[in-house]
């Protein structure tokens, strides 16, 4: 597709289960990021992927939260023994961050995540 | 530590004003790149402008033009002649080379810190 899509829209859940988010980048970005926002926080970095690897997993909040990335393109992130406070909107976005002057990210419409 | 402030959390205006938004940024990175998004009530963030840091022009899009002073560390964006449809959350972000730093620890890796936003409402 043309832009950054991700899956599900929308997402209720029960305190406890396990969530899984899907992002599926531009064709041809290799670079890949999720963030996360909420009312109390705003907008948060969560992890970086180059690829299929992941060398910037600096915001993910606790080891609850973990993604990964396929084939260079499809993006997962899992959310286990989900809490009330993870209830957010989650963003990806992708770019072509290695080519000079082509680093702006562009973002998908977002997975709003509601934990009960 | 990289850090975006937007000190106007609201601003509501009248259909064809000027408005202007505020934006101020920390960084200890002498290459580094700021960025407007817009937030309409669908949600999804829109890419509005790049600016290098070594590039201080402004830049004018339509009714939308941007002010980069390196001096006093802002990025100030201007809508003239604003519309309803300019209604959103608009986003100031900054974020470092995306290339591994030479003389410094660590990356950043293009990620982009945010400020807090400003909610503008235009009224007809």
């Known amino acids: 597709g043309a832009g950054v899509s991700q899956s599900p829209s929308n997402k209720v859940t029960e305190k406890g289960k396990d969530v899984e988010l899907r992002c599926d980048p531009i064709?041809?970005?290799?670079?890949l990021y999720w963030y996360r926002q909420s009312l109390g926080q705003g907008l948060e970095f969560l992890i970086y992927?180059?690829?299929?690897?992941?060398?910037?997993k600096s915001g993910l909040p606790s080891d609850r939260f973990s993604a990964e990335r396929t084939g260079g393109s499809v993006s997962t992130l899992t959310i286990q023994r989900t809490q009330q406070e993870d209830s957010a909107v989650y963003l990806c976005?992708?770019?072509?961050?290695?080519?000079?002057?082509?680093?702006?990210?562009?973002f998908g419409p977002g997975t709003r995540l509601t934990v009960l | 530590a990289q850090k975006v402030t937007q000190a106007q959390t609201e601003i509501s205006v009248v259909e064809k004003e000027d408005v202007t938004l505020d934006c101020v940024y920390e960084t200890r990175d002498t290459t580094y790149y700021l960025f407007w998004y817009k937030q309409p009530p669908s949600g999804e963030l829109v890419f509005l402008i790049r600016?290098?840091?070594?590039?201080?022009q402004n830049e004018i899009s339509g009714r939308y033009s941007w002010n980069f002073q390196k001096s006093t560390s802002s990025f100030n964006f201007t809508i003239t002649a604003s519309q309803v449809v300019d209604s959103a959350v608009y986003f100031c972000a900054l974020s470092g080379p995306p290339q591994p730093r030479l003389n410094a620890g660590g990356t950043s890796y293009g990620k982009l810190t945010f400020g807090q936003g400003t909610i503008l409402t235009v009224h007809p």
């Open positions: 600016r290098n840091s070594f590039d201080e």
């Open positions: 064709s041809g970005h290799t670079a």
């Open positions: 992927f180059q690829g299929n690897s992941a060398p910037d």
């Open positions: 976005a992708s770019s072509l961050v290695w080519v000079v002057g082509r680093n702006e990210q562009f």
